[in-house]
């Protein structure tokens, strides 16, 4: 089966793309185009399935650059392969021929570029980093590679939805204690409960930032298991691991 690779006109003419689950050479729970090395998929097929990604971004596999992702908003600069992985969530680059790939499962996946000081990033955006600040810092490292950030165009690949999104009181608190008019990102769900509008938040911190444009592509994770992996989909089945989608963009 052919890669099937989601691309947003708003990036054109860059090489871009939010690939799906279909493609790859995993099986099980992971069946398709898992490329997560943490996962417990075998490491020769996630290596496969990283190289057929690199062979459609037109790179050689170790210029695929990813990063050891923990929920922060840490951002790395890059100008090449990376020897070891660096615990961040961001990457941002200059440099021709380096194609920036972030892993998602439910998290948010987005690609930065500004076409006319040609300098991309993608950062990997869940609810605790998007919190913390990482769409805007890797909105400032760019500025520091020579970006406007009123060129920078800025996608949200599929993420989960708030249909799918349910969180307790205390996540609630946690964005409430940041903003009360973060409130306007939850809606009332069942027994106490509420549905968190994680893309809707990503926009808000993305057009805060000043970037000239930003957009979702609308996909959601949870909702469609042929297309996308999902984590909490997985814990719902009680299955034991799930496979990690990756999102790519280079000069």
């Known amino acids: 089966m052919t890669l099937e690779i989601l691309t947003s006109d708003s990036l054109a003419p860059l090489r871009h793309g939010f690939f ?36 459609a971004m037109a790179v050689e596999p170790a210029n695929l650059v990813t990063v050891h992702q923990v929920h922060s908003a840490d951002v790395v600069t890059v100008d090449g392969p990376l020897a070891e992985r660096p615990r961040a969530d961001a990457m941002v680059t200059a440099t021709p021929g380096v194609a920036l790939g972030v892993l998602t499962a439910d998290c948010q996946p987005v690609l930065f570029a500004d ?70 990102f939850f809606a009332n769900g069942e027994n106490g409960r509420y549905q968190f509008d994680l893309p809707a938040f990503g926009l808000h911190c993305l057009r805060r930032a000043g970037v000239g444009h930003a957009e979702w592509t609308r996909h959601c994770t949870y909702a469609d298991a042929a297309r996308f992996y999902s984590y909490r989909r997985a814990t719902h089945a009680n299955e034991a691991d799930y496979g990690r989608l990756i999102s790519v963009i280079r000069l």
């Not at 493609?23 to 057929?52: K, W, Y």
């Open 115 to 184: 076409t006319k000081a040609r300098v991309v990033g993608a950062a990997h955006a869940g609810w605790r980093g998007a919190l913390d600040g990482v769409l805007e810092s890797t909105v400032e490292a760019m500025e520091s590679l020579g970006a406007g950030r009123d060129r920078i165009t800025a996608v949200i690949g599929p993420s989960i939805s708030q249909a799918a999104y349910e969180v307790g009181p205390e996540f609630l608190e946690d964005f409430v204690a940041e903003d009360p008019g973060y409130s306007r």
């Open 20 to 55: 799906t689950r279909r493609g790859g050479a995993s099986s099980g729970v992971f069946a398709g185009l898992n490329c997560g090395p943490g996962s417990s998929d075998q490491s020769e097929i996630v290596t496969i399935n990283r190289a057929r990604v690199a062979q």
